[in-house]
């Protein structure tokens, strides 16, 4: 472990990515360990977006569709996610937002599921999963005439996929509280042991972490475009279907743009062929051009395994940092220290003070995130974070604990969003 | 009626909305009639949306969701959008597509209306829908255990719903492909008479028509952001529930946007009060704010009432120039002749050439678009359209009639988005 910012500052020139964090706007004298509720502006979006707009847009007009290509965004940047979660080319699609792509995968996987074993009714979740998988989750739950059941802790899904009656498998990856990630690989075979269907929420995973969709055996996958994909607040999302799936699951939202033949406006619905099928109204351009240049710079990283050892190095100093530096105080390691089992990101709970201790760093700036009740959340991306954004940030944290202003300081709450 | 392009320009001069057009980016020498499919760009938008990107995301990152105020742009951009339909503030917000406001929004009328009135399992719309609308209806009627009934003609609605049987009227205000406008009153009243909710489409008269859904008593509405209200290409949508309803209807995309605490993150849904309700994902910002901008050169008119007087004078016009100048070809006006049924659009039926005249057309810089079968369809958008554009794209349509040129064209079909 490290004992000076010098010696941070000599991990990032030794680091083979450094030069990464040059594709990024990031504001001076901050260090931002929230890219994993968004991502940071890359230094491509704001001159690619005026062209879509003054050219696509202004000039072209309605042509764009056709002459700019933007009636195959959804697939364009979808094949580019792709080959971060080792899907096919054409397997995935652009669309909506993931609470939209939740609610469609999971209704084809249930459809898939009802169809094939009526009488299982269960959809198995976790309780400390993202709320608007469980809140979409309750809903089609109620639809199917299906029962929702939460495990407290991940060690009790085998458990729960062992009883039986469960019909679809919904987990996110990387916990956005805990930073735990699973093991998709085991839980996807005994998943598949019990004749069971998984949906993987990829929100912390896509452009964070290495992910096998179909090496490690799948059925549906959705993610989120605004986090490590930096495609900026409020991305589009992507949704994804096992080949063995695309063609012949079906999902309720079936609007025009997953019609087989979209422009001969026929008034019955016929499903387009593949995972096109997920898409629904008409692509957001505008925000799937800033998508797509955020998705360039994790891609600009040669793949995801140099990106996974940078990832660890920062986690695993931070982690040990605290360790060190912050050992007199009530902190608590919430985040694994297992790495198979450890995200991007690293979270410390603390009893009492973890808001007012995230706001007094923010004032400082280190910008993480605070999630009730107790989690200070620090997320790393390796595409931009350095070594010494870790050291100086565990050193923040250290004075802010040490001085104890945080208990006297009175801190409105305000929303903020994963 | 005017007989000289001298005469057209007199109009423009004398057109209290002429200055409107500075606010757009138009391309030189090209006669836009297609705001009806993709709405021109604002010149503001591109400063806006830059401004936007570089200081709010890039140099505000997280902190920009309240310091912004990027967590209220649904409901900000929605009361804007309010004043345009006869809405009030905080009954409508912005959010997704409208093919997927379509799926909150019928499925909150049919819940509704099923609850209450159990024995009526029937979805009215017409054959001739955007076929969206009536994918979207499909999948719910299926859902529900319902059926969808088609009205093959608009004089059908009224013996349908005294029929009976019918729980929701799902009608598109203006029709994409005819430019007929429905008497949005007079269905309200006898749906209400016949014990219907009622959900309008305002895709095509958002911004291009007057519209009361207080005043004329409507249940649920939709409409799109990226035709008459200048949001660019695939702007999100918006959605609106009558007061009567907000507080008690309830839709299944139930993301955590729509929760009534989103940021408390409790697994169990509860939904907003009012529209709010409607969310579901979190918000799309950079499209929102684009979205923003165009709704504000619709704002700058100063009412409805007198973009109609010009939407009316435009329309008119076009309508008596074909009838003079193109009545030796084989031209059918398919948009009513009535102004009270008529929206902000002119659609002209040519047997065989439709497809290839609209090409030559364009071609030729005036730029309308084409609908299957038989369709020639033409957009005025009150805003930018001028008298002498309406001019000069009936001489061109008479010299390419007039030459036969288009019966030689071979032109590739291609998609088109409306």
Known sequence: MITSREQALALDRDDELAHLRDRFELPEGVVYLDGNSLGALPKSTASHLEQVV???????LIGSWNEAGWVHLP??????????VGANPGELVVADSTSVNVYKALSAALTLALTERPARRRILSERHNFPTDLYIAESLARQHSCELVLAETPDQIPHLLAQGGVAVMMLTHVNYRTGRMHDMA?????????????????????GAVPVDLNGDDADFAVGCGYKYL?????????????????????????????????????PAYEPASGSARFLCGTPAVLAMAALECGVDTVLAAGGMAVLRRKSLALTRLFIELVDTHCKEHRLKLVTPRDEA?????????????????????????????????DILRFGFTPLYTRYVDVWD???ELARVLDSGDW???????KGAVT
């Open 54 to 60: 003054r050219r696509e847009w202004g000039q072209g």
């Open 186 to 206: 085991a839980l996807n075979a005994q998943a598949r042991q019990a004749g069971v269907l998984t949906l993987w929420d990829l929100a912390h995973s896509a």
């Open 341 to 373: 089992h450890r995200g991007s990101q690293v979270c410390l709970a603390h009893e009492d003070g973890a808001y007012p201790i995230m706001q007094a760093l923010i004032a400082h700036g280190v910008v993480g995130d605070f999630r009730a009740p």
């Open 230 to 266: 930096n495609g900026g607040p409020g991305a589009p999302a992507f949704v994804w279907a096992h080949r063995r799936h695309a063609d012949r699951c079906t999902q309720p939202l079936s609007g025009w743009f997953g019609h087989a033949h979209p422009f001969t406006f026929t």
């Open 75 to 84: 697939e364009r940047v979808g094949d580019k996610i792709a080959t971060l």
């Open 393 to 395: 940030a565990v050193q």
């Open 407 to 413: 208990r006297q300081a009175r801190f409105e709450r």
